[in-house]
């Protein structure tokens, strides 16, 4: 079975920086598009950035220039550095990924970013 699993969440002044990992763990033979989601209190998740298995990016216009996708093929792992955080950066962030063909998603991670 296989399994995503965050990290990285926290309390950060607005300004400030967080750095959200993800590793893909279990029997996995395929490792596709991987991405983070997130979602607000009393609203919709939204997409946050993606980046495919051979490394090109996306990123949604709430994290253009302040947010940046990774990933490690070797380690099965995905990151999100986040710089010049935002009180409304505040959510759970997820992990999502395309493992084995089929989509898979991790049990989140909160990010407050509050003074």
């Known amino acids: 079975q296989v399994q995503l699993v965050e990290s990285g969440g926290g309390l950060v002044q607005p300004g400030g920086s967080l750095r959200l990992s993800c590793a893909a763990s279990?029997?996995?033979?395929?490792?596709?598009?991987m991405a983070w989601y997130r979602q607000a209190p009393g609203k919709q998740r939204e997409l946050v950035a993606t980046i495919t298995s051979g490394g090109n990016t996306y990123y949604a216009d709430s994290g253009k220039g302040r947010f940046t996708i990774s990933r490690d093929n070797v380690k099965n792992t995905v990151i999100l550095q986040m710089n010049s955080l935002k009180p409304e950066d505040t959510a759970v962030y997820y992990c999502y990924a395309i493992v084995n063909l089929r989509s898979s998603w991790g049990p989140g991670t909160q990010v407050t970013v509050s003074s």
């Open positions: 279990g029997s996995i033979f395929s490792l596709g598009d």
